[in-house]
């Protein structure tokens, strides 16, 4: 699995945002080694991940034009709420809501993300 946030353009050569601000938002995204480490320690989450279905949603949502959009439109289906939850879960048991997913939704709608 890449970083959350992996490809995403920026504003300088080096390959940073160009932007303090931006980097700091660009680097709360991405995983840390603990966390990288419980994602691919999850049988769960291997095994969702080995579905085709899955694997074709994924890359269209990563090889959107507007990714925000393309995730907060599969955000609404239950098959890839499952699969948010879990990877939240993996995360952070302690902090996931049982509506994870449908609340991340709402923040990006919120956001304009749609």
Known sequence: MATAG???GGGGG???SGDGIAAADE???KLRREQYLALAG????CQLLADP???GVLGRVDGAADREKALAAQL?????QGFVSQVLMSLDPDRVPATAATAAAVEMRAAGGR
């Open 53 to 55: 279905r899955l694997q």
């Open 27 to 29: 680097a709360e995204y």
């Open 76 to 80: 609404e289906t239950p098959d890839f």
């Open 14 to 16: 080096d390959g940073s």
């Open 6 to 8: 992996a490809g995403a």
């Open 42 to 45: 999850n049988p769960e989450l």
